[in-house]
């Protein structure tokens, strides 16, 4: 049974630092790509970056590009998320999804995603 569990969440400034992580259970995390999610106050589910199954190569939606890093550790079977200048249009809940396919070169789709974690940009 596949199961994504984030945490790192929390309440920062603007121009402020997190760091969210995710650790994955049930499937062969090392064969699957993975994104981070996000969805803020009254609004949908955005892409927000996304890392190949290992790790060579990474993509980030425009909005975050520059600030946020994604990475991840195969043999703990953990996604990271670093994220740096915190703006306020950041707050979202931020789930980490895992790819419908394996072994794929870019973000298209997902079919798991986790229960979230809450990250709010106020001062």
């Known amino acids: 049974q596949v199961q994504l569990v984030e945490s790192g969440g929390g309440l920062v400034q603007p121009g402020g630092s997190l760091r969210l992580s995710c650790v994955a259970f049930g499937f062969m995390f090392e064969n699957y790509g993975m994104s981070w999610v996000r969805q803020a106050p009254g609004k949908g589910l955005e892409w927000v970056s996304f890392i190949t199954f290992g790790g060579g190569a990474t993509d980030h939606a425009d909005p975050v590009k520059g600030r946020f890093t994604i990475s991840r550790d195969n043999a703990k079977n953990t996604l990271y998320l670093e994220m740096n200048s915190l703006k306020p249009e950041d707050t979202a809940v931020y789930y980490c999804?895992?790819?419908?396919?394996?072994?794929?070169?870019?973000?298209?789709?997902?079919?798991?995603r986790g229960q979230g974690t809450q990250v709010t940009v106020s001062s």
């Open positions: 999804a895992k790819d419908r396919s394996p072994f794929r070169d870019r973000y298209e789709d997902y079919d798991y």
